[in-house]
């Protein structure tokens, strides 16, 4: 306990060292240049163009909003039309309600169509041709915290320790992160208190131990539970052929040891069944099941209660506890009574892992890989003899030689620390980081041998400042408001935390160093690479899963009684569903409009069923090209969107129309006042439909306004039930989809909501590159950032508005690339 407050203490104290130093130096290496690049000119505005904008202000606007009545607290005065830089915030307002055609409101009288075109373009060129000549970057403090996913995916890349759910549970090491408008990762929210950099310590502790394989940790125990509602009728898909139901593990054993597996089971079966337990595919016990008395059990289990003991190699090894297959000629299932999960027959309910026990050593593992980098630093694996080669691709001696150190115990220990910190703290390396870990290394090498060195150092590094924040320091001398380019490292670091969650590489780190990262063709090959990896994956469960609020999903508990269909299996295939979708939007460069009206989707048995899809068979998804006229097209088909929108025992017009607006169209509606009554649903002892009930609800004048925006989407898509399934008729009526919005447009079913949002597709592309751009700059989108959202959609138009166009536009903005000088600390 006094050594984790000693690293506390000096993680503390380093944090603010390195927050002072960021305004009096940088390190030599990574300068930031002042002068950031700017978007180009845009083309300049007509005096005719000037004068027909300020007439139709007058003409239409300012009856509302006068300086006698200020509607909404806005004034707008013609005149300034001339000057909108003077007042961006306010013409940008006026430029989304011109776009949108949402005002003048309902019964006022409107412009034609052309007026609104004239007077959107000419603010819009306006508007961008000052964010041209002054780009702002925006405010971001100095140090951001890493999220606990980028924590999560950190270790995996630096330590090749995979993220596990029971061994490295992240939700339980680490305080769950603080969102705003959807996301988790903006920089405001990222507080430290000493009760988080407790668990910091707690977790560098527990993942040092693990990566190094410390052979001095006490038995783990971590229990595995099948899901309630995880069918047992059938083969895991997970589990080798022959096998029943069970439950398959992604485990991680931290050293060459023997471990205990205990398996509980369930059921009143008569006859004997077999239980085995298999690591990575490969059979290494199996025993009898049996609720008979006097009936014998295998020898290889002490009982019969599933309990196995034996030696597991270091390393992530796959666990399979399954039954298995009875070889009858008729199948099982007719043998017993109907049940969905557990029924006559036993089924696996939790597997309990404990060990390390008499562990031999800590293992040829790929986290030992990853960080014993010079040679005779890691155990040889059975039958290869010691390796002679270089850091990378060398193999080691024995595990006692390792343990005494190699031949230049010192000379290895710093290039280990010295790989190590590069990667962790994102930079070159100083003299004085070395220096600094060094002593941890030598303290540990004292207390026990090499390895225990390596691991005190480790830990160490996981709770520095520069491991655990994001530092972008000024450069000296930068007048507080000055805007200047980040240096080539740390935009190496936005680099990989917008489109990874993690670390750069070591190419993109190499890149940093040589100073060529900003060249345009080098900045183009990383994107287009980066994009390539498996990691970008994390654009679809990082960023489109928050975007789209598919977290929600978990959260979600349907009535039981109104939806006894509704179980775990469909739970996971709706978010798999969508994230399938969305990646093949990615990986295939497509089009980011035909995430709205793609003619596929990614379906697995369970799905297909749900959604009335018949001759999809099995659990594995797989590509399904829609019919024509599929209501199931894109996002606005598909059970996640559609029950996160809606309650746990009926479907929401306001929640599908606000996420609609909010989500699809950057026009969310104001939030609703604190006196909103329930919705009533019954008239007269007689159920109402939806339509109805919401036509009494917002009788009212203070709901009418915003839910004539809201209510025609949400009403168009009632085809759709709580759980996403497609119905014709409510309460044994036909369900009344048409609707007309504020401006005469009519809305009819799911295709018209699909219509209506791609009216206008720079829109929607505009509205995903907001929300993109937010994920990258880590903080709130204000009205300075939307000339820089019009411009990459615009300069995306030109390549069909694929993904990767925009990735780039975000990447290439002044934005990203740029940050405004704070001012120092007092």
Known sequence: MARRRLIAGIAFAALGSALLQTHSQGFAQNTPRTGAETPAAVPGNSPDARAETQATVAKYCTTCHSDRLKTAGLVLDPAAVGRPGDQAETWEKVLRQLRAGTMPPPGAPRPPQAAYALAAGYLSRELEAIAAARPNPGSLPLAHRLTRTEYANTIRDLLALPDLPKELDYATLLPADNASSGFDNLADTLFVSPATMERYLAAALKISRMAVGDPEMGALVNTHVTPVRQTQDGRNEALPFGTRGGLQIDGYFPLDAEYEFKVETAGAGADVHQLEISINGERKAITNI?????????????????????????????????????????????????????????????????GPFNATGPGDTPSRRRLFVCPSTRPARAGQAPATGGARSGQAISTADARSGPPDEAGCADRILTTLLRRAYRRNVTADDLRRVRQFYEAGRAERDFDRGIQRALERVLVSPQFLFRIEQDPAGAAPGSVYRVGDFELASRLSFFLWSSIPDDELLDAAAAGTLRKPEVLRHQVSRMLADPRSRTLVTNFAAQWLFLRDVETKEPDVYLFRDFDESVRAAFVRETELFVDSILRENRSVVDLLTADYTFLNETLARHYGIPQITGSHFRRVTLPKGSPRRGLLGQGSILSITSYSTRTSAVLRGKYVLENLLASPPPPPPADVPSLNTERSGKPLSMKEAMQLHRASPACAGCHAKMDPIGFALENFDALGRYRADEHGQPIETTSALPDGTVVNGVEGVRQLVLRDPALFVEALTGKLLMYALTRNIQHYDQPTIRVIARESARQNYTFSSLVLGVVNSAPFQSRMAQPAPQ
């Open 290 to 354: 049996s609720r008979r008395p006097g009936v014998p059990v295998d020898d290889t289990a002490p009982n019969n209660q599933g309990l196995f003991r034996f030696a597991v190699p270091a390393g992530p090894r796959s666990v399979g506890v399954a039954f298995v297959e009875r070889s009858e000629a008729l199948s099982e299932a007719p043998l017993r009574p109907p049940g969905r999960n557990r029924g006559a027959l036993p089924s696996v309910v939790s597997v309990t892992i404990t």
